[in-house]
């Protein structure tokens, strides 16, 4: 399996390497599966629908952002493909399926709100030591600017311009 | 749930879908080209048989003469050469001139990234053939 993240693969399909996309594929058609899987609740209509929200994804791929995240794109995707199959088949929806596609929505959400958090995640781990942990101390830890100023025997002030510069590289990084 | 791998289908139809979107691209490419390159011959011929008809070319034969003619005539026969030209069909061909070339480098990355997707779909072939023999 690549070490190439997203981005990588994605650039390299937009510069013309059709065959990065596999490793998409094979990194997404799991969790994708899943994903559809619950809406539609049958494993072959997951796996078509998986399909051919990949062949969608291909054909929009010169479109991304590689610099923007690209998991939520794929799910994005998946979740109108998957759309369109329901409304192609005309199912009727019961009022079970209405709250499990109800239900579905939020779990969209949360899928999207994981990634998020993965992605500032990774981009904490990239700024520098003393941004990190001021950044660690006060949002995820919540202390406040007294009680971080006390942990890293650091003027008030300091801990003050830390958060704001942290907070600017972090804008930079996710924007 | 059972997940079921839909890699190889996957690439299966993305490489059928490449194959025909690069033959268009190519297709459509080459088409304007011979297009651009089909109506510059036609005003360089159309500019070529006008300066015939005028006898324009005979104004050249200045410069087989000898030196003392030429330096005494050469600027008034330039001057008369240069008045005959057929302007509108030359303009008219450096400008189709200008498309080509602009055809050219503004599909430069385009043409580098169709190159890329063709070797690897040629490749794809000689793999596939090779897997049946």
Known sequence: ?175 | MKSIDVSEQVMQKIVRFEETRTRVWLRRFYIFLITLVIVLGVYLWISWKTMSDLHTWDLLNLFSEDWEIITEFWSETIMTFFIELPAETLIAALVVGAGIVGAFVITKKRRKIIALRRTQLANQKIKSKNKRV
């Open chain 1, 1 to 175: 399996m690549s070490d190439r993240s997203d981005e990588e693969l994605v650039r390299a399909i937009q510069s013309g390497d059709i065959f990065a996309f596999e490793q998409l594929v094979v990194r997404y058609q799991r969790k994708l599966q899943s994903f559809v899987f619950r809406m539609l609740g049958d494993d072959q209509s997951a796996a078509d629908v998986a399909q051919e929200s990949f062949i969608n994804l291909y054909k929009t791929i010169d479109r991304v952002d590689s610099t923007k995240k690209f998991s939520s794109y794929v799910f994005s995707i998946a979740r109108n493909t998957a759309l369109s199959h329901i409304r192609k088949t005309k199912k009727e929806i019961s009022i079970e399926d209405l709250e499990i596609a109800i239900e579905d929505e939020s779990l969209y959400q949360q899928i999207v709100q994981k990634e998020d958090a993965m992605y500032v995640r990774r981009a904490v781990q990239r700024l520098d030591f003393k941004y990190r942990r001021v950044i660690q101390l006060y949002y995820f830890d919540d202390l406040s600017y007294e009680e971080i100023s006390t942990a890293m025997h650091l003027p008030i002030n300091t801990i003050r311009t830390h958060v704001r510069r942290a907070k600017d590289m972090l804008r930079k990084q996710l924007l």
